[in-house]
């Protein structure tokens, strides 16, 4: 079974994404920021990774995704240890059954051993699909807030901070970004359809 825990870093490629936002002519009123010298910054600058991280609706996920990936573990630990079980009384018959019997029963013990193997497969796959959904939904209500900011700022490009060498740290907007995320998203609707995920 892949666990979630062990997929965390795959997920979490986004963070690498570079952002370009085309904005809109005139779209910047009074409240545009500027600097000392009264000209709006062209560029503005996204921690992408730390957005995701210090979500509400991000941590809310991951710790629910967290315990049913244990619940998922133990059920499955204990399932297959009642196989192995079977399989050694099995083995201990084998002398006292007849060869077709005996091989009736080692296909059925085979057949089930096979498809608690595919529940179990198929469990993590949901799981990952929740935490995939639910960073697609996290993500991509960040970059829409990240394009709000940019246009009250009067910024032409939004990057990724991690394609940057140096930084002007009054460009950055990951603070400003967070916190309207998790004033708006406090959890996600992955949380649903995990819910959904029957138990093992």
């Known amino acids: 079974m892949t666990t979630y825990g062990s997929s965390r ?15 809109r002519a005139g779209a910047v009123d009074g409240a545009v920021a500027q600097d000392a010298a009264g000209v709006p910054p062209s560029i503005l600058v996204l921690d992408m990774d730390t957005v995701l991280r210090n979500s509400i609706a991000m941590r809310s996920l991951e710790e629910k995704l967290r315990v049913r990936d244990e619940e998922g ?19 201990s018959q084998r002398d006292v059954l007849s060869a077709t019997a005996f091989e009736e029963r080692a296909q059925d013990f085979d057949d089930r051993g ?23 939904e996290v993500q991509g ?19 990724s901070k991690d394609t940057l060498f140096l930084l002007n740290e009054g460009l950055e ?8 995320l998790n ?18």
Do not use: H
């Open 183 to 200: 004033a708006e998203l406090g959890s996600t609707e992955s949380e649903t359809r995990l819910a959904e995920i029957p138990q093992p």
């Open 141 to 159: 209500r960040a970059l829409a807030i990240a394009e709000e900011v940019a246009l009250e700022m009067g910024a032409d490009m939004v990057l």
């Open 114 to 136: 096979q498809a608690l193997r595919q529940e179990a497969q198929d469990y993590g796959d949901r799981l990952q699909r929740v935490l995939r959904d639910g960073l697609q």
């Open 73 to 91: 573990i133990a059920a499955f630990s204990a399932r297959e240890q009642n196989l192995v079980n079977e399989g050694r009384e099995l083995q």
């Open 9 to 23: 870093g795959a997920f979490f490629f986004v963070c690498a994404l570079v952002l370009a936002l085309a904005l």
């Open 173 to 180: 907007i990951t603070p400003a970004v967070l916190e309207r």
